[in-house]
């Protein structure tokens, strides 16, 4: 007879939390737009594109986002493939990170992934 034991932490129901991060088309050859769903409300979400190496390409945000924002209310932000500049960008693979803040205070939560751009 052997005993084991089980430890389960659940995150409280008002922590900030980004869900279903995606991008589509992945890859993209002209545009792309990027969905995702939040827990609770956000008082800003930012979306930014960096290249492989780190460097920051791009940044878009959103302010006063309420939670389950995908599918209900369809909240999404697109990218033409262009950084800051408004120059296109070369064919290649980018990692976009997504960061929330709470509305109701707290820690900022993040959630990474990645887009490939073909021209």
């Not at 922590?15 to 827990?39: D, K, Q, R, V």
């Amino acid at each position: 007879y052997a005993a084991s034991s089980l430890s389960v932490t659940v995150a409280g129901s008002d922590a900030l939390a980004i869900h279903n991060l995606l991008n589509y088309p992945n890859p993209m050859a002209g545009s792309t737009t990027f969905y995702f769903e939040l827990s609770n409300p956000a008082d800003r979400f930012t979306l930014e594109i960096f290249t492989l190496s780190g460097r920051k390409i791009q940044s878009m945000e959103r302010f006063h986002l309420s939670a389950d924002n995908y599918p209900n209310d369809a909240v999404s932000i697109g990218w033409d493939g262009r950084d800051m500049v408004g120059d296109r960008v070369a064919t290649g693979v980018y990692i976009y990170k997504a960061t929330a803040v709470p509305q109701s205070g707290g820690q900022p939560v993040e959630s990474f992934g990645k887009v490939v751009l073909v021209n």
